[in-house]
């Protein structure tokens, strides 16, 4: 089945700042990959997503970079602000898999003044 | 108001008993899931259901059990079985194939006394 890593597993960056979080996953077969954030006491929640038939997407201050071949996907935020603050997730599906997610161990950001 | 409601938010129970946590939505999605979340481990997959009477293992079905009667509903067992129970768990919806965003509930906290 497949099996995703996550790094690093905590962040701190300074406010205004740049912060980059990487995953890997194994089945070359994945072709959907999600991001979510969950903020302290809530529930994960879908920030931003890529196919494997795009390279890049953003967002705002947000963007998600696929390398197929590599089979690495990074999470990147700019401008960096206190409400960023959160767990993040990567995760990946293929159709190889089924109908379900397989999740990263999560990064704990956490943005300083 | 639409959306994804787990019940009880807490729930303490003793070694030996099986609990009861339930999922329900009014989303009118086709596809539930029930993930754990522990520290560091991220959110791994315990059962998943894509229509009406069935139902996939996921990553650790072991010392789990659920059912599918009805389309709303997603309840999950804990049985004595699971020898480390203790978790917060995740119920999730979507609409239909994974690669569209997951919808998570508030979650559950059960603790093993």
């Known amino acids: 089945g497949e099996n995703v890593e996550q790094h690093p597993s905590t962040l701190s960056v300074q406010e205004g700042d740049s912060a980059v979080i990487k995953c890997t996953y194994s089945?070359?077969?994945?072709?959907?990959f999600p991001w979510y954030k969950q903020e302290l006491g809530k529930r994960p929640q879908l920030i931003i997503d890529i196919r494997s038939n795009v390279g890049e997407k953003k967002d705002q201050r947000i963007a998600v970079t696929l390398n197929k071949t590599a089979k690495h996907f990074s999470l990147h935020i700019t401008e960096t602000q206190p409400e960023d603050s959160a767990v993040y997730f990567c995760?990946?599906?293929?159709?190889?898999?089924?109908?379900?997610?397989?999740f990263g161990t999560g990064t704990q950001l956490k943005v300083e003044l | 108001d639409g959306g994804i409601t787990q019940s009880p938010k807490y729930l303490f129970r003793k070694e030996g008993q099986n609990v009861t946590l339930s999922c329900e939505q009014n989303l009118n999605h086709d596809a539930m899931y029930w993930y754990r979340q522990d520290p560091g481990q991220g959110l791994r997959l315990i059962y998943y259901?894509?229509?009406?009477?069935?139902?996939q293992k996921g990553d650790i079905a072991e010392g789990y059990s659920v059912s599918r009667e009805k389309k709303e509903s997603f309840p999950l067992t804990v049985t004595s079985a699971q020898k480390n129970p203790t978790a917060f768990y995740l119920c999730?919806?979507?609409?239909?194939?994974?690669?569209?965003?997951?919808?998570f509930g508030e979650g559950s906290r059960l603790t093993v006394l």
């Open positions: 259901s894509q229509i009406v009477n069935d139902f």
């Open positions: 089945d070359s077969a994945s072709n959907y």
């Open positions: 995760a990946a599906s293929g159709a190889g898999g089924g109908n379900k997610l397989t």
């Open positions: 999730a919806s979507t609409l239909g194939e994974i690669t569209g965003e997951l919808f």
